[in-house]
């Protein structure tokens, strides 16, 4: 098993920057992909980004990109991602996922989940 925790999350205001972290433990040699997806209140979940933690290679969402960075530390089995020019429309819950696959854009895609972390950007 794999256990996913998020944290970072928080009230801020537009055009501010946030880094929100996910914390991998357990069976996480199995693993090949980290993604972030999020939830905005009466929306479905919807992909952000995605990394490998082998080559580091990273796909982005066309919402995140040019302001989101997903990035890896392999020695402390941790992903980030840096949230930069924020909007009022990044409000969601952001949740961290891992796959032992490629790891793709789909939900589906991902075997394990965090709990989510609260993301608010205020006008």
């Known amino acids: 098993q794999v256990q996913l925790v998020e944290s970072g999350g928080g009230l801020v205001q537009a055009g501010d920057s946030r880094r929100l972290s996910c914390a991998a433990s357990?069976?996480?040699?199995?693993?090949?992909?980290m993604g972030w997806f999020r939830r905005a209140p009466g929306k479905e979940r919807e992909f952000v980004a995605r990394i490998h933690w082998s080559g580091g290679s990273t796909y982005y969402s066309d919402s995140a990109k040019g302001r989101f960075t997903i990035s890896r530390d392999n020695a402390k089995n941790t992903v980030y991602l840096q949230m930069n020019s924020l909007k009022p429309e990044d409000t969601a819950v952001y949740y961290c996922?891992?796959?032992?696959?490629?790891?793709?854009?789909?939900?589906?895609?991902?075997?394990?989940w965090g709990q989510g972390t609260q993301v608010t950007v205020s006008s």
């Open positions: 357990g069976r996480t040699s199995g693993l090949y992909a």
């Open positions: 996922a891992a796959s032992p696959n490629y790891g793709g854009t789909y939900a589906y895609d991902y075997n394990y």
